[in-house]
């Protein structure tokens, strides 16, 4: 690991770290976007495992946990089992490329998030609906390791107050990062950890720091207004590079 790179990296995750402490999620969204740019989509998951689940265990503590599982449970085990079981994309008889695909997956996220839509109340259909969103979300995590789509948009539409959204996110995006570290290990055989995640885990942690300090001192929905914006143009970047 040169210099440049090992900066490179420490500068990903040091930001990376300070969006999630403003926003309490998109930590592995920035870091994959960005490290995609100039690496393998799989060396950058590898690099991602350890911050993003110690940063989202952290985020676990709360009271709801037993409400969260008995109403989420469905959409963890999908989305843990087809995260570690689904095929790979991009081999053959019919490979996608990967840097496209990633792109195509920020461009939507940023889309939908600068849309804002209204989300019907799924809270009544939490089990089987949670079934769908967390299988899809696994595909995705499987081809891109970006786990936000649909996870996030379905979490919305449960109606969950402030503090179970926070738990609800730190409990599902962990299982979808140990399930992704299972699918590294068992597919790659990639180092999950090494000297450049320690640098990450250290990275993601000082910028989470600094994004809780910053965090009441600027506009959330401004900042994630530009966050998406940011999103849009990653993705524009890495389906460019995948061309």
């Not at 959204?165 to 399930?179: E, K, R, W």
Request: with cysteine.
């Amino acid at each position: 690991m040169d210099a440049l790179h090992a900066l490179g990296v420490g500068a990903v995750f040091l930001l990376a770290g300070g969006v999630k402490g403003v926003t309490g999620m998109g930590l592995p969204t920035v870091a994959v976007s960005l490290l995609g740019l100039w690496m393998a989509p799989a060396q950058a998951a590898a690099l991602l495992v350890a911050p993003s689940l110690a940063t989202n265990v952290a985020q676990c503590r709360g009271s709801h946990w037993r409400r969260l599982l008995g109403m989420l449970w469905p959409a963890w085990l999908t989305l843990a089992l087809v995260t570690v079981w689904a095929p790979e994309v991009s081999t053959e008889p019919s490979p996608i490329d990967a840097h496209r695909l990633l792109g195509s997956v920020l461009v939507i996220y940023g889309v939908w998030g600068l849309w804002r839509p209204t989300l019907p109340d799924l809270s009544r259909q939490a089990a089987w609906i949670g079934a769908i969103a967390g299988a899809a979300t696994g595909f995705v995590t499987a081809a891109t390791s970006v786990f936000v789509i649909p996870l996030v948009a379905y979490l919305q539409a449960l109606r969950l107050d402030k503090d179970e959204m926070v738990q609800a996110l730190g409990l599902s995006f962990t299982v979808a990062t140990l399930a992704l570290a299972a699918r590294l290990q068992a597919s790659t055989g990639l180092v999950l950890l090494s000297a450049q995640s320690v640098l990450a885990l250290a990275a993601a942690f000082m910028g989470l720091w600094l994004g809780l300090a910053v965090r009441n001192r600027i506009s959330g929905p401004a900042f994630q207004r530009l966050l998406f914006l940011v999103f849009v143009g990653l993705g524009a970047a890495n389906l460019l590079r995948g061309s």
